[in-house]
Structures are given as C-alpha cells and as structure tokens.
T-cell receptor
Framework: DAKTTQPNSMESNEEEPVHLPCNHSTISGTDYIHWYRQLPSQGPEYVIHGLTSNVNNRMASLAIAEDRKSSTLILHRATLRDAAVYYCILRESSSNTGKLIFGQGTTLQVKP | DAGVIQSPRHEVTEMGQEVTLRCKPISGHNSLFWYRQTMMRGLELLIYFNNNVPIDDSGMPEDRFSAKMPNASFSTLKIQPSEPRDSAVYFC????????????FGQGTRLTVV
C-alpha cells in the first residue's frame, strides 16, 4: 500500500488560512489523492480528492505538486468547527481495489 | 438519501457472546468497507466488498470475525465469540466505485465487551 506522511499536529488561528501538508513519494501514476477529516465523535468525512491538477470545492482546495510526490490541503478560513483529524490517503487504482488505508493523520487545533 | 446507516449505535455485551453489526450502504454504491477504530491502532480497514463480493479481508483480525454482504443493500460484521479487546468503534463506508469517487461513512457502532 502506498504510504503518506503527515505532521502529527498543527495549530491555526480562527479565520486564518491553514495549509496541511502530505508527502507521498511512492505514489504510482494512477493513484488518486484523497483527503478526509474526522470531527470528534463522528465518522470520517470526505473533504476533497484529485489526481494531477489542483482542485477546489466548497470545503477546501487541494494543491498537488507537479511530480505528485506531495500535496497540500488548504482551508481558506479556518473556523472552530474545522478542528479535526485530517487524513491524506492514496486510493489505489492499479489493482482496481480502491482500498482507503488511513494513517495517523494530522490533528488540527483552531484557536479563537 | 439518508447516508450510510449503521445499527446499533451502541452495543454492550459480555465476553463470549456473539455480536452482529449491521450496515446499509447508500443506494447505487458498489463498494463497501468495514473499519475498526481504537485509540491505540487508529482506523483499521477490516474488509472490503465490491459488487457484494469480498475483495480483501486481510485486515480481519482472526477467525472470530466474519463479514457478509448478501445483497447490495445490506452487510453484517459478526464477532463470535467476542472478547474485551474487540471493544472499539466500528465504521461502515460505501462508495460508488473503487477508485475515483469519495467514500461516505456511517456514524459508527461503539462496541463495548465486558
């Protein structure tokens, strides 16, 4: 399974942008980069995903490096409700199994 | 759609008893995942189905655990006999396909084995 590396924790101030990094140097050419987050006492929640190009949706933006060995999840204005564990996951496509393997993620704290 | 529905939300059982967790995926989704989450081990993928067929059960801890998907709208995870170390939150998730689309998670079943 392709691995990702994320910082254990990050802090942000409310209403400021947050950049959550992820390294995935062993990514294969057809692996999709997925981001999920888990709020306290809830199941994981999809945030965004991409393959090669940068992606934007209502929740966040995903910036993917040109060599695809790293990516950054961008929350444009952090709110207290964004405090969660954020997971960067590579979704396999080469074997068509599509397993989602979660690592330890980054715990984001948002300070008022 | 109501999302992925899991039942029960909470289960307390005595060691040695059989436990059955249930999951109803989102209609039209072809892939279904079972996960277990503990503080020590984080989120672990137990088993994964595609079109009702188990594709990868390498995460199932031991023979006490079994999972079935008799049709596209229902799956069960059974533990028999249960042990205190099985205490965890169990999540079910579904997605429309195997790679490019997002997975949706249920609210989980908190299992306590005493």
């Amino acid at each position: 399974d392709a691995k990702t590396t994320q910082p254990n924790s990050m802090e942000s101030n409310e209403e400021e942008p947050v950049h959550l990094p992820c390294n995935h140097s062993t990514i294969s050419g057809t692996d999709y980069i997925h981001w999920y987050r888990q709020l306290p006492s809830q199941g994981p929640e999809y945030v965004i995903h991409g393959l090669t190009s940068n992606v934007n949706n209502r929740m966040a933006s995903l910036a993917i490096a040109e060599d695809r060995k790293s990516s950054t999840l961008i929350l444009h204005r952090a709110t207290l409700r964004d405090a969660a564990v954020y997971y960067c996951i590579l979704r396999e496509s080469s074997s068509n199994t599509g397993k989602l393997i979660f690592g330890q993620g980054t715990t984001l704290q948002v300070k008022p | 759609d109501a999302g992925v529905i899991q039942s029960p939300r909470h289960e307390v059982t005595e060691m040695g008893q059989e436990v059955t967790l249930r999951c109803k995926p989102i209609s039209g989704h072809n892939s279904l995942f079972w996960y277990r989450q503990t503080m020590m081990r984080g989120l672990e993928l137990l088993i994964y189905f595609n079109n009702n067929v188990p594709i990868d059960d390498s995460g199932m801890p031991e023979d006490r655990f079994s999972a079935k998907m008799p049709n596209a709208s229902f799956s069960t995870l059974k533990i028999q006999p249960s042990e205190p170390r099985d205490s965890a939150v169990y999540f079910c998730a579904s997605s429309r396909d195997t790679v490019s689309t997002e997975a949706f998670f249920g609210q989980g079943t908190r299992l306590t084995v005493v």
